[in-house]
């Protein structure tokens, strides 16, 4: 048995966080791959080291020294905290002359997980590994896998025990770089896929995936077991715990991932699985929601005859570079719902070219709209899981605007208005999880 096992920042933001990772690591002898992140907020108005990093790279001379000092103690106050015996001088001194001779900001931002893998690797008696040796990106900057995996995985057969920093790769040309922030997630993917882990175990501040946004449902329920595609709804909602870009490596080889509460260690946190059938505890997986969506409502009559309506419509929508969300259609209108940030910067090339391209008899717009997503695969097979939602939502006085099922019916998409979005998500979390219907 082998797990790859990621911490968060926040589980190595000082020496007490440390203990806590050791007592998690040797805990279960299949513990043999970690990765680390930079260390994280000691408390709610501290900073990360990754952002000191980047702040220390590109400031003036005068506050340089100041901010390589307060970076260089944070790793020293864990160290002596721990009672260990290293320095890490040296690297502090290449650190430097790295910055000053401009490596880059990726190069700076790289050194909180470099720093922080050498300070695990040497508390836990495990070989550190640079992952710039062993993660690798092409010309162009994106992720190479095939060679990555290659390399990995024949380093890693031979050693029994390692801890690999998150976060970081290396170029053809031997330049660092990073994938974007939170991309220690995706290390800790790439490392299981390497080993063929039997688990992906992914610690952070929190006891897994939540069914509902805690600022808007006080203490809600954990999802136990999620799929990846229910994932992928919720993400892409405003749901967020793990990189996205973490799922692939370990979907391809049918890992599945743990996320776990450093701080509860004693929480089972939530599965992440390619397919289960496991029933969700509730109808429902979860619900994410996100605000600031605008409606372009195109009615006209006979339109459902028209050929290529849909396409010209569109035809609008991409020639102004705006890529939509949802499409909900009737018989003689058509609806595209897209950001409104980005509408609002169009609106006017927008609506003439509508105009222009189909000749609409009225355009409706409706700004201000949230989406609520309420994600579910045990909806398929459960007969009425829309008519409660509306009831729900009728009983909150909430107002629907739009309602979209998603053809894999794993996903139910309603529009409100931005004001009822929170008072709409407490009415659908409400009849499924507290009330269990
Ligand atoms: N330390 C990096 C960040 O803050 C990467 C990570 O923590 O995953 O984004």
């Avoid at 508390?123 to 896998?145: H, K, S």
Wanted: net charge negative; hydrophobic share 40%; with cysteine.
């Amino acid at each position: 048995m082998i797990k790859v096992v990621k911490f968060g920042g926040s589980s190595l933001a000082n020496a007490e966080q440390f203990r806590k990772v050791a007592d998690i690591i040797r805990a279960e002898e299949a513990r043999r791959y970690i990765v680390p992140s930079a260390p994280g907020k000691r408390f709610s108005e501290d900073s990360k080291v990754t952002d000191l990093l980047y702040e220390c790279y590109s400031s003036k001379k005068a506050d340089f020294g100041r901010k390589l000092e307060e970076i260089k103690e944070r790793y020293n106050e864990i160290i002596r905290d721990l009672g260990l015996d290293l320095s890490l001088e040296k690297e502090f001194q290449t650190m430097e002359a790295c910055f000053i001779g401009k490596a880059g900001r990726d190069y700076a931002a790289s050194r909180g997980e470099y720093l922080n893998g050498i300070v695990l690797a040497n508390y836990l008696g495990y070989e550190f590994i640079d992952a710039a040796e062993v993660i690798f990106f092409d010309e162009q900057g994106n992720f190479d896998a095939d060679k990555t995996n290659k390399i990995l995985s024949e380093r890693l057969s031979t050693v029994e025990r390692a801890v690999i920093p998150g976060f970081y790769g290396s170029m053809p040309n031997d330049t660092i770089k990073t994938f974007s922030r939170g991309g220690s997630d995706i290390t800790g993917s790439i490392v299981a896929r390497a080993v063929s882990a039997d688990l992906y175990e992914n610690w952070t501040d929190v006891s897994g995936f939540l069914v509902a946004d805690p600022r808007i449902i006080p203490n809600p329920a954990v999802i136990t077991t999620i799929t990846y595609r229910e994932l992928r709804e919720l993400s892409y909602m405003g749901a967020t715990v793990l990189h996205e870009d973490a799922i692939f490596p370990v979907r391809k080889e049918g890992i599945p991932i743990n996320i776990r509460n450093t701080n509860a260690p004693e929480d089972m946190g939530t599965m992440i699985v390619e397919s289960t059938s496991k029933k969700s505890e509730y109808t429902i997986t979860g619900i994410a929601g996100k605000r600031g969506f605008t409606s372009v409502s195109i009615e006209k009559d006979m339109m459902n005859s028209e050929l290529g309506f849909g396409r010209k419509v569109l035809e609008v929508f991409e020639k102004n570079g705006i890529s939509f969300e949802h499409v909900p259609s009737g018989i003689d209108t058509m609806g595209v719902i897209i950001q409104q940030s980005e509408f609002e910067k169009k609106e006017q090339e927008i609506l003439a070219g509508l105009h222009r391209n189909v000749q609409p008899d009225s355009i409706e717009i409706i700004s201000d709209m949230a989406l609520i997503a309420v994600v579910g695969r045990g909806m398929k097979s459960n007969r009425g899981t829309a008519g409660r939602i509306f009831s729900a939502l009728a009983h909150a006085r909430v107002n629907v605007k739009m309602i979209d099922q998603g053809s894999s019916e794993l996903n139910i998409i309603i529009g409100v208005n931005d004001e009822e979005f929170e008072a709409a998500i407490k009415a659908i979390y409400d009849i499924f999880v507290t009330a269990k219907l």
